[in-house]
């Protein structure tokens, strides 16, 4: 197993060979690599180069590489792929695998794969894509290991040995009735160190968890790390089990959820596509809808302004202080909605604790803003030589300004959990708007009284 660093020297090495046209010694090069490294190497290649390299692959790795290629690299080698070679590549995926790869290839290439499946297996895919994306039908598969309470130990053994082959996991069992019911699980090990002739009914345990198919795959994600699983059986109503999820699928979608998050914390719209597969139009269609929300919204601030314009005219040096308590507001308000929203996104905390987080945002905002103040206070007096009244007016806004920012980022993100709603839409760029026009209103507000204009 290469390090990092080997990898990275490798593809530099891989990229000026395929440069070079020497396809030979760039497949010499990738050959012996993890198939999830030699992937990701053909997936930088545009699709016609990652086909030539994919058809020097050995047969045995080749599947492995290509359920881990992106879709355009996949629909590549669909297309320049003969019925022979469609037929072994479904043969060799698991089925999850498969339904994923169905998901996300366009219907005419969809109808070519269609085409080498059995009749059974066409209506077991049909009603797999029929779960709503973010279920945890969608991503179970059905490669699992069935066993019944009255067999054996010895005749679970020799079933593992005939159907193990095909299945993604086998180091949990599960234990059905004749209707599929799910009875409970057993571990492998157990299975192993027992004797040949213990029922199984008397190893397996009934204590089970599990999702059923429409659940959130976010919640099922949180069962795993709640109940540090690597495997989780997926029922239906009546607690027959239709499948299985897998820890690695799980990460996967842990990795697409944090994605999401973040997109959506820094205003632009959720893109599923990598960032050098997404073009510029694309990128640019996903950002400008809220940065014009955004714009439009700091013309709040804009009226608030404009409306102070004689005070601003009388004393000039209050407009120095605006970008400072602004930018010093949004912070603020960023850190807290950033601790939340994870907080919310992790079940650290829940709707429920509200008050004892405004409470204690209430006096992390308290012990900052004083603090920032008084720094703030001696800083005006000494270094920027302004007098006293206009230092006292800024260290006071500077404190109300923290004070607004942080509860606004800590009740907003609980308030749109409540409202069934992603808390990442709470984040920063709408924290700051909201903190910008509060510290604005009280700064003008402190100026006339102290100041007295």
């Not at 080698?77 to 290839?105: K, R």
């Not at 209707?179 to 027992?194: D, F, H, N, P």
């Not at 990442?424 to 700064?443: E, G, K, Q, W």
Request: with cysteine.
């Amino acid at each position: 197993m290469e390090t990092i660093n080997q990898i990275e020297e490798i593809r530099d090495q891989f990229t000026g060979l395929i440069n070079e046209k020497q396809m030979k010694a760039a497949f010499e090069l990738i050959k012996d690599l993890n198939e999830v490294d030699i992937a990701h190497l053909i997936d930088e290649l545009d699709p016609t180069t990652g086909v030539i390299l994919y058809r020097l692959l050995p047969k045995d790795i080749a599947t492995l590489v290509f359920a881990n290629f992106d879709t355009e690299q996949q629909t590549a080698i669909i297309n320049a792929s003969t019925d022979q070679e469609i037929e072994h590549i479904l043969n060799e995926l698991y089925f999850d695998d498969m339904v994923d790869l169905l998901e996300e290839m366009p219907s005419n290439v969809v109808n070519d794969i269609l085409k080498h499946t059995t009749a059974a297996e066409r209506q077991l895919i049909n009603q797999f894509l029929m779960y709503p994306d973010s279920s945890a039908g969608s991503m179970m598969t059905i490669e699992y290991v069935s066993l019944k309470k009255e067999m054996t130990v010895r005749e679970a053994l020799d079933k593992i040995k005939r159907e193990g082959i095909d299945k993604e996991t086998i180091y949990t069992l599960y234990v059905t009735d004749d209707k599929r019911i799910l009875e409970g699980t057993l571990s492998l090990r157990e299975l192993i160190v027992a004797d040949v002739d213990t029922k199984i009914k008397v190893l397996m345990s009934e204590d089970v968890i599990f999702a059923h198919t429409l659940d959130d795959r976010e919640d099922v994600a949180k069962q795993f790390a709640k109940y540090d699983l690597t495997v989780l059986p997926i029922v239906d109503n009546e607690k027959r089990i239709v499948g299985i999820i897998t820890v690695d699928d799980v990460l996967d979608v842990l990795e697409e959820e944090t994605t999401e998050d973040f997109q959506i914390m820094a205003a632009t719209t959720p893109n599923e596509k990598p960032y050098m597969s997404t073009s510029v139009f694309e990128l640019a269609k996903d950002r400008i809808f809220w940065l014009l929300i955004l714009m439009i919204s700091a013309t709040v601030t804009q009226k608030i302004i404009n409306s102070y314009e004689s005070l601003l005219s009388n004393i000039a040096f209050l407009s120095g202080f605006i970008p400072m308590l602004m930018d010093t507001g949004g912070n603020s308000g960023a850190q807290s909605s950033t601790l939340v929203i994870r907080s919310l996104a992790t079940s650290d905390v829940t709707t429920a604790d509200w008050l004892r987080v405004l409470w204690k945002e209430f006096r992390v905002a308290l012990l900052c803003g004083i603090a920032l103040a008084i720094v703030n206070y001696f800083k005006i007096i000494y270094i920027d030589r302004i007098p006293a009244n206009i230092a006292l007016t800024v260290s006071i806004t500077l404190i109300f300004s923290v004070m607004s920012a942080k509860l606004a980022g800590g009740a907003l993100p609980m308030l749109a959990h409540k409202l069934k709603l992603d808390p990442a839409i709470m984040a920063s760029p709408l924290i700051t708007t909201i903190a910008d026009a509060i510290s604005l209103v009280v700064y003008f507000m402190l100026a006339r009284t102290i100041i007295g204009f």
